[in-house]
T-cell receptor, first 115, second 108 residues
Framework: GAVVSQHPSWVICKSGTSVKIECRSL??????MFWYRQFPKQSLMLMAT?????????EQGVEKDKFLINHASLTLSTLTVTSAHPEDSSFYIC???????????FGPGTRLTVT | SQQGEEDPQALSIQEGENATMNCSYK?????LQWYRQNSGRGLVHLIL?????REKHSGRLRVTLDTSKKSSSLLITASRAADTASYFC????????FGQGTRLTINP
């Protein structure tokens, strides 16, 4: 089956630093990738949609200059949290959609803790 | 908000019993998907039902979709302790929207 990986699985960083999270589709080409954020005991909230080779589409309330998304290839999308603050601490999950199919394949998530 | 609602928010049952979770949504959809999430982990895809389907089965899972009521249900039969997790529905439309989730606890 389709597999999506995320790296790192967890990261601790100091306030003010930037963190990059990678999302890779391992055995299929993902024309579209999605980034979600999940706070404890809450549902996933879509942050942005990225299409390969074009700019990401951000959801309302998500700062595009703070959460930089790059979808440089059909198998890789990156989310960079810039100038991280403790309130950015969360579980970040990506998903990938194979061309022409509706099913979402989710990565295992990255737990970010900003101290 | 376009976020749908799931009920119940929490469900605790005995092993062997059936568990039913419901998901309501607000906009037209292309499909609806159900996912399971164990605590602090990623999501596992369970089943996808398309807007022109009314019922779908997969093992101990049964999903129904009522587009007139904009609702779906997930039934887990003969529950097991390993089914303990949070269950989310994902509305597949122009915008992907997750439901709030149901925290299911199966007591041995």
């Amino acid at each position: 089956g389709a597999v999506v990986s995320q790296h790192p699985s967890w990261v601790i960083c100091k306030s003010g630093t930037s963190v990059k999270i990678e999302c890779r589709s391992l055995d299929f080409q993902a024309t579209t990738m999605f980034w979600y954020r999940q706070f404890p005991k809450q549902s996933l909230m879509l942050m942005a949609t990225s299409n390969e080779g074009s700019k990401a589409t951000y959801e309302q309330g998500v700062e595009k200059d703070k959460f930089l998304i790059n979808h440089a290839s059909l198998t890789l999308s990156t989310l960079t949290v810039t100038s991280a603050h403790p309130e950015d601490s969360s579980f970040y999950i990506c998903s990938a959609e194979e061309r022409g199919l509706y099913e979402q394949y989710f990565g295992p998530g990255t737990r970010l803790t900003v101290t | 908000s376009q976020q749908g609602e799931e009920d119940p928010q929490a469900l605790s049952i005995q092993e062997g019993e059936n568990a039913t979770m419901n998901c309501s949504y607000k906009t037209s959809i292309n499909n609806l998907q159900w996912y399971r999430q164990n605590s602090g982990r990623g999501l596992v895809h369970l089943i996808l039902i398309r807007s022109n389907e009314r019922e779908k089965h997969s093992g101990r899972l049964r999903v129904t979709l009522d587009t007139s009521k904009k609702s779906s249900s997930l039934l887990i039969t003969a529950s097991r302790a390993a089914d303990t997790a949070s269950y989310f529905c994902l509305q597949g439309a122009q915008k992907l929207v997750f439901g709030q989730g149901t925290r299911l606890t199966i007591n041995p």
